[in-house]
Every structure is written in C-alpha cells, then in structure tokens.
C-alpha cells in the first residue's frame, strides 16, 4: 500500500515546466528523492537528499534543470522541472525512507506521475 502521494504530472511541449508535489509519511532523517522510469529503461534516482547533506544530489541528465525541494513541516516534496524535452517522458516516483542512492533502499513510494513531452 503507498504511503507516498504524488501530484502534478501532465504533458507538455518542449521548453515547457512542470512542479510534481509529493505528500505523505517523511522521514527527514533518511533519505528522500524522485525516481523515474522512462521507456525501456530500468527506473533510476534523479534527484535525493538525506538528513545532513547540505544539498540535493542531481542525476547529470536533469542537472540545472530540475529543483528538489522538501518542507518538513508539511511532509512534502517537491520536483520544480523546466526545459522539459522529450526525454524527460516516463513515470516520475517519489520515495522515502532510503539511504543513499541505492533505489531498493527505499521502503516507501508513491505509485508515480506521468510526465509526457512533445516535440
């Protein structure tokens, strides 16, 4: 059962932005972040941040692009994603609960959001 809610997903042209919002059980001393499947990949961690480190960690393929955000008072996270391109496309997760990159770490998610780009 997810314990994780995602919000925010929709399509878009290229160029565009997009701000996925996650809500849920947070567990701000562990690790917390946003996953995503793109088609024909296996799913990978695109942006995470664990209790302590000073900033979030970025995958390079969505680097100066895409902005983590946590409110812990809320439980929430945030994804803010601008100069969407078409490679972006796939199912974005949020997850909880996990220390570090190592995705099978992570014990909580949301059941995902899909983002689509157009050309």
């Known amino acids: 059962q997810a314990q994780l809610v995602e919000s925010g997903g929709g399509s878009v042209q290229t160029g565009g932005s997009l701000r996925l919002s996650c809500t849920g059980t947070?567990?701000?001393?562990?690790?917390v972040g946003w996953f995503r499947q793109v088609p024909e990949k296996e799913r990978e961690g695109i942006a995470i941040t664990c209790g302590g480190w000073t900033r979030p960690w970025y995958h390079d393929t969505v680097k100066d692009r895409f902005t983590f955000a946590q409110n812990r008072s809320s439980n929430s996270l945030y994804l803010d994603m601008n100069n969407l391109t078409p490679d972006d496309t796939g199912m974005y997760y949020c997850a909880a609960g996990g220390y570090g990159l190592k995705e099978s770490t992570y014990d909580l998610w949301g059941r995902g959001t899909q983002v689509t780009v157009s050309p």
């Open positions: 947070i567990d701000s001393r562990k690790c």
